[in-house]
């Protein structure tokens, strides 16, 4: 399983656009990148999904290089409510393999 | 609401006796994960079971133990318990092993 490295914070103010990059230098061919999203004391949330160039959903959008070394989610517009911490894991689709959660990077929002 | 759905919500016991815990997946989803989340080692991957059988196995202690019945729903038997067992403990269910639906989690607490 590629191994994923995200930093450990990050601070933002209300309506700015943030974006969170994760590492992936060991990312094989058939792995996705799959991004979750976790309040305290509740389950993580699955936010977004791709395997290359840029996916967008209505929470968020998620740019994968060419290489597929790095991918960088981006949430448009936080508020506060967006204080949480995001996982990004990398694994191939299908059933059977287990996901690591990494640390994650908690995200702070500030009014 | 994922639709996941975990009982008990709390759950409070003494060094070394026994607890089941319980997760009923989402509608039409044949896998279920087991996660532990302790404030010192954070997320860790459990077991999963696809239709009733073991798929993938993680951090699970022998005294831990799981399974998955016929109508899909599992349970986590967790036995000898320690103080170090203390922690929220949190089933997902899935399609793809990607895009998993967590439940709200059973906060354990061993005395």
């Known amino acids: 399983l590629a191994k994923t490295t995200q930093p450990i914070s990050m601070d933002s103010y209300e309506g700015q656009e943030v974006n969170i990059t994760c590492s992936h230098n060991n990312i094989a061919t058939n792995d996705y990148i799959t991004w979750y999203q976790q309040f305290p004391s509740q389950g993580p949330r699955f936010i977004i999904q791709?395997?290359?160039t840029k996916v967008t959903n209505e929470v968020a959008s998620l740019f994968i290089p060419a290489d597929r070394k790095s991918s960088t989610l981006s949430l448009p517009r936080v508020s506060l409510s967006d204080t949480a911490v995001y996982y990004c894991?990398?694994?191939?689709?299908?059933?059977?393999?287990?996901?690591?959660f990494g640390q994650g990077t908690e995200l702070s929002v500030k009014p | 609401d994922s639709g996941v759905t975990q009982t008990p919500k709390h759950l409070i016991t003494a060094t070394g006796q026994r607890v089941t815990l319980r997760c009923s997946p989402r509608?039409?989803?044949?896998?279920v994960y087991w996660y532990q989340q302790s404030l010192d080692q954070g997320l860790q991957f459990l077991i999963q079971y696809y239709n009733g059988e073991e798929r993938a196995k993680g951090n699970i202690l022998e005294r831990f133990s799981a399974q998955q019945f016929p109508d899909l729903h599992s349970e986590l038997n967790l036995s000898s318990l320690e103080l170090g067992d203390s922690a929220l403990y949190f089933c997902?269910?899935?399609?793809?092993?990607?895009?998993?639906?967590f439940g709200p989690g059973t906060r354990l607490t061993v005395t």
């Open positions: 791709g395997y290359k």
């Open positions: 894991l990398v694994a191939p689709s299908g059933q059977g393999g287990k996901l690591i």
């Open positions: 997902a269910s899935s399609v793809d092993q990607n895009e998993q639906y």
């Open positions: 509608s039409g989803d044949l896998s």
